[in-house]
């Protein structure tokens, strides 16, 4: 088959699969509650008025609300300094009703976002940003995993999707993304056992390597850049991409873009995300998770 026959591919419904984990973890909070246990908090920091952001933050509160959590949205303008946030950082490590937070990023210039990120209790960071968490994941040990490549990886254990042996070509190194994708992909597990290659702003030859994967990871944040010139026909693509983009048509006057250019790729695949619909939710459902596993961990 070449680049231009077309097969039928198979959707992997990321808002279908999200909404059976979110009802697994309210059955679970229900079941706590009912038990006389406490009920699981999430609390998330925002700073500044980022539209992007709001949205992500407003998303995670009303996933919340969703599962039974207790939520809080601590909101800081962006001329907060550096010290005010770290304090605020101390205080939800110190606070016992919070079991997990998260500091949206990016932050403001002027604010050191590894020194926040590192403030943060390993404990509590259902993010999976602290260098703790991100080491014990290098090497295998269990702890909190960054949501989005988590909600990757559910999202091929659900759908029963093979991977061993595989060639995943993950598009983009970002520490949120690409970096902790590529250990997962590697790991000896299912989804996993795959043989990694992770391509970047520098990659030479970056359409021939991603022609070589039968696993397409695309995180670059650049808008339909994924080509059908780049897809092994009967390849697996997942599209992490999630840019606004101006579209007058709308009402918002932006509209959500993936980094593929689904229209011509996807009838090249044997399974693709969509955008929306696809890995977003599924970030949400994961950060649950985590945040159920902080507050089980906070029990003992
Ligand atoms: N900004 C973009 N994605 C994320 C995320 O998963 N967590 C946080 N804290 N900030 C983000």
Do not use: W
């Amino acid at each position: 088959m070449d680049n231009n026959q077309s097969t039928t591919y198979t959707l992997l419904d990321g808002k279908k699969v999200s909404q059976e984990i979110k009802q697994e973890i309210s059955a679970e909070v229900q079941r706590m509650v009912e038990a006389g246990l406490k009920r699981p908090h999430l609390a998330a920091v925002l700073v500044g008025h980022d539209g992007g952001s709001e949205t992500y933050v407003a998303s995670k509160v009303k996933a919340c609300e969703e599962v039974g959590f207790g939520s809080s949205l601590i909101r800081f303008e962006d001329d907060i300094t550096e010290e005010e946030l770290l304090a605020c950082v101390d205080r939800l490590n110190k606070d016992t009703d919070v079991d997990g937070f998260i500091v949206q990023v990016p932050l403001p210039k002027h604010i050191n976002e590894q020194r926040v990120i590192e403030a943060i209790s390993p404990s509590k960071d259902v993010d999976g940003f602290h260098p703790i968490n991100v080491g014990r994941l290098s090497i295998g040990l269990p702890g909190f995993v960054s949501a989005t490549p988590k909600g990757v990886i559910e999202l091929l254990r659900r759908y029963n999707i093979p991977t061993k042996g595989k060639h995943c070509v993950i598009l983009g190194r970002s520490n949120i993304v690409g970096k902790p994708m590529s250990m997962l992909m590697v790991e000896k597990a299912q989804p996993g056992d795959c043989t990694v290659t992770v391509c970047h702003s520098r990659t030479a030859n970056l359409e021939e390597i991603a022609r070589s994967a039968d696993i397409l990871i695309a995180a670059m944040g650049r808008p339909e850049s994924v080509t059908k010139e780049m897809i092994k026909p009967g390849a697996i693509v997942i599209d992490v991409g999630t840019t606004l983009v101006p579209d007058a048509s709308r009402k918002s006057g932006v509209r959500l873009t993936g980094d593929v250019k689904f229209d011509e790729v996807a009838p090249l695949t044997s399974f693709i995300t969509p955008v929306p619909g696809g890995v977003g939710p599924m970030t949400i459902a994961c950060l649950m998770m985590n945040t159920l596993e902080a507050a089980k961990a906070a029990l003992k």
